[in-house]
């Protein structure tokens, strides 16, 4: 059974940190891309961040770029969103994806958290 499960949200005044984990397991995470996307009360979804498979290629909103940072540790099957500098904007359902592109005889496939609220209020 594929289960992504996020942890680490939670209340923090602006200009708090938290740090978000998503631990994966069910696929072969080293495989898949791992993408942060974030949903606010009565928005639509936002993508935050991303990385690849490999790790050597991270991508940031401009609205989070220089306050948070992604990673991913393949032995643990666990991405990371450290977020420094928290803004009350910030708050939102924060949701983590696994993203593997289709192939010439494969379709697309993504997986999905349940999320992980952050609220960043003083």
């Known amino acids: 059974e594929v289960q992504l499960v996020e942890s680490g949200g939670g209340l923090v005044q602006p200009g708090g940190s938290l740090r978000l984990s998503c631990a994966a397991s069910?696929?072969?995470?080293?495989?898949?891309?791992m993408n942060w996307v974030r949903q606010a009360p009565g928005k639509g979804p936002e993508w935050v961040s991303g990385?690849?498979?490999?790790?050597?290629?991270?991508y940031y909103a401009d609205s989070v770029k220089g306050r948070f940072t992604i990673s991913r540790d393949n032995a643990k099957n666990t991405v990371y969103l450290q977020m420094n500098d928290l803004k009350p904007e910030d708050t939102a359902v924060y949701y983590c994806?696994?993203?593997?592109?289709?192939?010439?005889?494969?379709?697309?496939?993504?997986?999905w958290g349940q999320g992980t609220q952050v609220t960043v209020s003083s």
């Open positions: 994806n696994a993203h593997q592109a289709g192939g010439t005889w494969s379709p697309p496939s993504d997986y």
């Open positions: 069910g696929f072969t995470f080293g495989s898949y891309d």
């Open positions: 990385i690849n498979s490999g790790g050597g290629s991270i």
